[in-house]
């Protein structure tokens, strides 16, 4: 009887290891986020969001976006290689960054309109360096289907980033607390995924030559020369919000947005994130061996509609009082804010873990345009906001612009799919 529980399909199986084994790592932070929410004040997550969203769109600057092709390569030699391409761009240019901190640090807060980041600027590159070295290992990982390498390192993230900034609110330590936590868990998921691959691939890493990282530097040149800017718009228009509710309006009202991504981020991270995980490595094996991956394109986005109907729409009804009775009246106004924004979730959900398919079949002109568009919409969307000077009407406009796109790029994706892959890889 139990047998016919066990999924029988390799991707399935997959599947089930990676989300489950990464439950807990998700399920911790909203565990905890009740009592951060009594801790902390908007104020204090508005300047950690704040200084998260600077350095979520530098850390996709510093791996030349180069951890995107260590799924390609056909041999493991080479794609071990392009892992440690990215590994040593993520030191050298959050090097650099460091020293452009040093040098600019108060010209760089008051350009983005917040000069309570001064202070919180010269941690950004330590975040971009661990973030960079992360993906890059996390890629590798991807490829070698060791999802179970993925799913510890993960729950080590979670855990001490969790108890630290536990930790530092209770000593009152204010967004200081909020800030070292996530360094903390950067640190140990970093550590811990090193010491895994290290320790299972050795003979692998030993291999490692600096003439043929040069040699495949070149041959992937494509992946820095569209996806840093494609990648860099997708970033900047995801984290625009944050910056630019906590520049037109408050520090207060980037919490209450911030909130609302850490409490609906959770199952995109868990399900979505998993199946994503999975798709990319299907997908890369189903266009070096067969043209397209149209079938398992097919198949994943089943999976996440199915998952995703029924939740989202309950969500949509009962998240302001839900809001307002986990983390506290004070934050009622967070759950209005996820009200408004469940369509553009949804969308999110469905259509974000198999966006990739472009890059895997070497069309990533397609992805740079698709990037280039909403960041200028989401870029116009805030103009017309600062203009109403209305958070909530902003965010409407926010949520329209960017559920329409996510339908534009499930189609893009789907269309692409089916069709022979222009990579020469």
Same mark, same amino acid.
């Given at each position: 009887?139990?047998?016919?529980?066990?999924?029988?399909?390799?991707?399935?199986? *997959?599947?089930?290891?990676?989300?489950?084994? +990464?439950?807990?790592?998700?399920? =911790?932070?909203?565990?905890?986020?009740?009592?951060?929410?009594?801790?902390?004040?908007?104020?204090?997550?508005?300047?950690?969001?704040?200084?998260?969203?600077?350095?979520?769109?530098?850390?996709?600057?510093?791996?030349?976006?180069?951890?995107?092709?260590?799924?390609?390569?056909?041999? @493991?030699? @080479?794609?071990?290689?392009?892992?440690?391409?990215?590994?040593?761009?993520?030191?050298?240019?959050?090097?650099?960054?460091?020293?452009?901190?040093?040098?600019?640090?108060? #010209?760089?807060?008051?350009?983005?309109?917040?000069?309570?980041?001064?202070?919180?600027?010269?941690?950004?590159?330590?975040?971009?360096?661990?973030?960079?070295?992360?993906?890059?290992?996390?890629?590798?990982?991807?490829?070698? &289907?060791?999802?179970?390498?993925?799913?510890?390192?993960?729950?080590?993230?979670?855990?001490?980033?969790?108890?630290?900034?536990?930790?530092?609110?209770?000593?009152?330590?204010?967004?200081?607390?909020?800030?070292?936590?996530?360094?903390?868990?950067?640190?140990?998921?970093?550590?811990?995924?090193?010491?895994?691959?290290?320790?299972? @691939?050795?003979?692998?890493?030993?291999?490692?030559?600096?003439?043929?990282?040069?040699?495949?530097?070149?041959?992937?040149? *494509?992946?820095?020369?569209? =996806?840093?800017?494609?990648?860099?718009?997708?970033?900047?228009?995801?984290?625009?919000?944050?910056?630019?509710?906590?520049?037109?309006?408050?520090?207060?009202?980037?919490?209450?947005?911030?909130?609302?991504?850490?409490?609906?981020?959770?199952?995109?991270?868990?399900?979505?994130?998993?199946?994503? @995980?999975?798709?990319?490595?299907?997908? &890369?094996?189903?266009?070096?061996?067969?043209?397209?991956?149209?079938?398992?394109?097919?198949?994943?986005?089943?999976?996440?509609?199915?998952?995703?109907?029924?939740?989202?729409?309950?969500?949509?009804?009962?998240?302001?009082? =839900?809001? &307002?009775?986990?983390?506290?009246?004070?934050?009622?106004?967070?759950?209005?804010?996820?009200?408004?924004? +469940?369509?553009?979730?949804?969308?999110?959900?469905?259509?974000? #873990?198999?966006?990739?398919?472009?890059?895997?079949?070497?069309?990533?002109?397609?992805?740079?345009?698709?990037?280039?568009?909403?960041?200028?919409?989401?870029?116009?969307?805030?103009?017309?906001?600062?203009?109403?000077?209305?958070?909530?009407?902003?965010?409407?406009?926010?949520?329209?612009?960017?559920?329409?796109?996510?339908?534009?790029?499930?189609?893009?994706?789907?269309?692409?799919?089916?069709?022979?892959?222009?990579?020469?890889?």
């Amino acid at each position: 009887m139990l047998r016919k529980l066990v999924p029988k399909s390799t991707y399935a199986r *997959n599947v089930i290891t990676l989300m489950t084994g +990464t439950a807990f790592a998700q399920a =911790l932070p909203i565990a905890v986020s009740p009592i951060l929410t009594r801790l902390y004040t908007p104020e204090e997550f508005g300047v950690f969001a704040m200084y998260l969203a600077v350095a979520s769109i530098l850390g996709v600057l510093v791996t030349g976006r180069y951890e995107l092709a260590i799924l390609i390569p056909k041999q @493991d030699r @080479d794609a071990i290689h392009i892992a440690a391409l990215s590994a040593v761009l993520s030191v050298l240019l959050s090097g650099l960054l460091l020293l452009v901190v040093i040098a600019f640090n108060q #010209p760089i807060a008051q350009l983005l309109g917040a000069p309570e980041l001064s202070a919180w600027l010269y941690w950004v590159p330590a975040s971009t360096l661990l973030s960079g070295i992360y993906q890059s290992l996390n890629y590798w990982s991807n490829r070698k &289907s060791q999802y179970k390498r993925l799913a510890i390192s993960r729950t080590a993230q979670s855990g001490s980033a969790s108890l630290a900034q536990l930790g530092a609110g209770y000593v009152g330590a204010g967004a200081a607390g909020l800030v070292g936590g996530q360094l903390a868990g950067q640190v140990l998921s970093t550590a811990v995924l090193t010491r895994l691959i290290c320790q299972e @691939d050795k003979a692998l890493i030993q291999t490692i030559q600096k003439n043929r990282i040069i040699a495949l530097a070149k041959k992937y040149l *494509n992946f820095p020369k569209y =996806l840093i800017v494609a990648h860099g718009f997708n970033t900047a228009s995801s984290q625009m919000p944050v910056m630019l509710l906590g520049a037109l309006f408050n520090s207060a009202t980037a919490g209450f947005y911030t909130l609302t991504q850490r409490v609906m981020g959770a199952p995109m991270s868990l399900v979505a994130g998993a199946l994503g @995980d999975v798709f990319r490595q299907e997908a &890369s094996y189903a266009y070096a061996h067969h043209g397209n991956c149209k079938a398992i394109y097919t198949k994943t986005l089943k999976r996440l509609l199915l998952i995703a109907v029924i939740p989202f729409l309950v969500f949509f009804f009962i998240a302001p009082p =839900l809001f &307002s009775f986990v983390f506290g009246a004070g934050w009622r106004i967070a759950g209005e804010y996820a009200q408004i924004l +469940t369509p553009m979730f949804f969308l999110k959900f469905v259509t974000s #873990p198999i966006s990739q398919v472009a890059v895997i079949a070497g069309q990533q002109k397609i992805d740079l345009w698709w990037q280039i568009a909403l960041f200028g919409l989401v870029a116009a969307t805030f103009i017309i906001g600062n203009l109403l000077a209305n958070p909530t009407h902003t965010l409407i406009l926010f949520a329209v612009v960017y559920s329409l796109m996510y339908l534009i790029a499930g189609f893009i994706n789907f269309k692409i799919s089916g069709e022979k892959s222009a990579s020469s890889y």
